[in-house]
């Protein structure tokens, strides 16, 4: 599966962006697909997950509350609407495709994660 992230930006704090991660070669019924973001000098983070066993989202803390992640199975394609974004939010936005059922545990685990997309730039600055 080839995974295409786009809709990235330059926001102003309090904005709002929606990423799009559309995949071609597979059907996302068979994968969950796991957002990830890494600023300059620092890890890849897990930040939102929907897993394709049972449609189950995740966030990490640092999201929740302002981050949606949701399906469009037509469309074969996987978005993360960021709200209420901040500084903070500043990074290098991935998607990547995991196996059909991650443990609740370990969905922010990079390297149970095989296909990333390229990448978009997201930074949120006044």
């Known amino acids: 599966v080839q995974l295409q992230a786009s809709g990235g930006g330059l926001v102003q704090p309090g904005g709002s962006l929606r990423l799009s991660c559309a995949a071609s070669g597979s059907s996302l019924n068979y994968n969950t697909i796991g957002w990830f973001r890494q600023a300059p000098g620092k890890e890849r983070d897990g930040i939102s997950c929907i897993r394709a066993s049972d449609g189950r989202t995740f966030y990490d803390d640092s999201v929740k509350g302002r981050f949606t992640v949701n399906k469009d199975n037509a469309k074969n394609t996987v978005y993360l609407q960021m709200n209420n974004l901040i500084p903070e939010d500043t990074a290098v936005y991935y998607c990547?495709?995991?196996?059909?059922?991650?443990?609740?545990?370990?969905?922010?685990?990079?390297?149970?994660?095989?296909?990333w997309g390229q990448g978009t730039q997201v930074t949120v600055s006044s």
């Open positions: 990547a495709t995991g196996a059909r059922h991650i443990i609740n545990s370990q969905w922010g685990n990079p390297s149970l994660y095989t296909n």
